[in-house]
């Protein structure tokens, strides 16, 4: 028979490391925030956000979606090797031995934690190659000047970077509905750079379906 | 301790309390003793109660998979420790972020079934442990935190 004493670690059972209450840890007279391991957490204001979009433009003009992407890159980097220390050490076990809905789940909610907005994984084009993730409620989509494109480019940053990092070959993202421009959330295709870059294109003339029709006319719903 | 009344301390140099919320605060506190009579019972309870509970699971589904009911165990003692903050604290927002949590892990897992079968076991077993009034401040809370387990579509989170 299970033995319910052998199910704890050190009498504790592991929950949601990403819980806000407990994660999220401020010192009033500091003015600091911290998270549960004691590690400092950035607080970055609207303004600052919508300061770095109207200053990138400005110096960089059109490059600044390339700046963002590529800064997005490297956050997602450093977000991916952070992420995997800290579930590893709460839940006392090596990422590769933890199942991926586990992991998953954990992301999402880190995710929402850091109020970046509620993340979901769509897996139906997996077959195909193509990873879909769609993101509600994102600051940097609301802060961001309303366009005709996509402009979550940060966010499509470190998704490429942390899947990446994730499926140990190098993958691409590509925005294909933004909430700046009213759509119902954000979405991202998630795939390798030669097969997802060509459809860079059909984002400003196809809506999200008709590009992924495109990128998999076999696997189509 | 509940948001609500939490907010109240908010309010001290604004105004004094009004009556209904004196006498919401003077609920909480007089009925604190008995919370943490509960509590402990829970806490030094914990073991016997769950173990009786895989006890009795594993024959109610001998053909269960030791890693599924391991997995709903595991949710069960977690479970009950929230809800019992929860109760000592007088606060459901702990319990809604559990279900937030859990909900969609026991729905990816497919292990709703095992869960729904595990919480009425484990309600049973807490009927036999605590007075009617005792479980008048837990029931409510689990059968909150069992929304996870059940098939209609799980409260949005907070955050």
Known sequence: MISVADLLTHNRVPGNYFAFETYVRGDLELGLLENRQG???????ATLIQAIYAGLEKETGQASRLVLFNCGKWWGKCFYTRFCEQLAGYY??????MSMADFLQALQQCWRCHGW???ELDQTYQASGFLVVNIWNSPYARLAPAGHHPVCHLEAGVLASFFSSLAGRELYCLQTTCESMGADCNRFILGLPHRLEPAETMVTNLNHDAILQQLCPASAP | MSPHLATLFDEAEHRYLKPEELKQMSQYVGSLPERIVIYRTLRNRELEVMQAVTHQLQLALPQAGQVELERSL???LLMLRHCAMAMLLNDETIIQEYVSWVGPTAR?????SLDILLCRLLNQQLAQLFSSQQLAYLTPLLQLAQQAFSAAPLPPANH
């Open chain 2, 108 to 112: 990816i897992f497919n292990t709703l």
């Open chain 1, 39 to 45: 590690e400092r957490l950035l607080a970055l204001p």
């Open chain 2, 74 to 76: 595991r949710q069960a």
């Open chain 1, 117 to 119: 907005g509620r993340l």
């Open chain 1, 92 to 97: 006392n076990t090596s990422v590769a031995a």
